[in-house]
């Protein structure tokens, strides 16, 4: 499949037009769906449970004539994710902190693999974004396996019939590659490490207005608003400010 200039941002092509998750080859042998691109954001693919790797040009110029891409095993971490967010918290408060957290700690040139209860909380929204942040936080890699809230998302775009479906439901099964998420708060993958995160920590909050690291909890909003002002390097104002705030809010430049 060709997809012409103006048809949208490669990741969104991908994510509704080529994936496939399962690819049934031409001699009916049956693999699953990979991606190696040169565009970062295509990252994004592994919360689909496809997994896509990041490449330089000239590996990609070469795949496209036909030669193999070796790439070097790297080290995976398990990021197990549990518990289940409050009301009023949203899908972009769960992919900040989730991704402030794994750059706290510290995951750069290794792949990430998310599993655990908690995954299930997580819509097929909620993964891709997560996963497309993996440039972020220095991954190489940050997957979410297949389980049946993908496989169902998957059908209602239209693409398979149902025999398709089938087909692609009994090659994962049969592969053990259909997870249950739910199961693993009773067994475990193994990884190298694993880092654990508790969705019920995760706080409403407001982000930016130039990174996902100038995030603040709703709560604070009002404590750390004049701080914010004072310190305004990279907002674009070069002065400092004085404020002074009361119940008519004023806003004047300082002589200094």
């Known amino acids: 499949m060709a997809i012409p200039p103006g048809s949208g941002i490669p990741l969104m092509s991908h994510l509704e037009f080529l994936n496939r998750i399962v690819i049934n080859g031409d001699d009916h042998v049956m693999?699953?769906?990979?991606?190696?691109g040169s565009e970062?954001?295509?990252?994004?693919?592994?919360?689909?449970?496809?997994?896509?790797w990041g490449l330089r040009g000239i590996?990609?110029?070469?795949?496209?004539?036909?030669?193999?891409?070796?790439?070097?095993?790297?080290?995976?971490?398990?990021?197990?994710?549990s518990g289940d967010f409050g009301e009023f918290v949203t899908s972009t408060d769960v992919v900040l902190a989730i991704t402030k957290h794994l750059c706290s700690v510290g995951v750069?040139?290794?792949?990430?693999?998310?599993?655990?209860?908690?995954?299930?909380?997580?819509?097929?929204?909620d993964r891709t974004t997560i996963s497309n942040m993996a440039p972020e936080?220095?991954?190489?890699?940050?997957?979410?396996?297949?389980?049946?809230?993908?496989?169902d998302h998957v059908k209602k775009t239209g693409r398979f019939d149902d025999d398709e479906m089938r087909r692609m439901e009994s090659y994962l099964r049969g592969s053990?590659?259909?997870?249950?998420?739910?199961?693993?708060?009773?067994?475990?993958?193994?990884?190298?490490?694993?880092?654990?995160?508790?969705?019920?920590?995760?706080?409403?909050?407001?982000?930016?207005?130039?990174?996902?690291?100038?995030r603040v909890p709703l709560q604070k909003v009002s404590t750390?608003?004049?701080?914010?002002?004072?310190?305004?390097?990279g907002y674009g104002i070069s002065r400092p400010l004085s404020i002074s705030l009361s119940d008519e809010f004023q806003l004047q430049r300082s002589e200094e």
């Open 31 to 36: 693999y699953p769906d990979s991606v190696l």
């Open 176 to 214: 053990h590659l259909l997870r249950k998420y739910q199961d693993e708060e009773r067994e475990e993958p193994v990884y190298s490490k694993v880092i654990e995160f508790d969705l019920s920590s995760v706080q409403t909050s407001l982000s930016g207005p130039m990174s996902f690291k100038h």
């Open 59 to 81: 590996e990609i110029e070469s795949a496209l004539l036909g030669n193999p891409v070796t790439i070097a095993i790297p080290e995976v971490i398990g990021y197990k994710i």
């Open 137 to 151: 936080y220095g991954a190489l890699f940050a997957f979410f396996a297949v389980d049946q809230y993908q496989l």
């Open 224 to 233: 750390q608003f004049e701080d914010v002002l004072k310190d305004c390097n």
């Open 40 to 52: 970062p954001r295509l990252a994004a693919m592994n919360g689909m449970g496809i997994l896509a």
């Open 108 to 125: 750069g040139g290794a792949g990430v693999e998310f599993f655990g209860g908690g995954v299930a909380k997580l819509s097929v929204g």
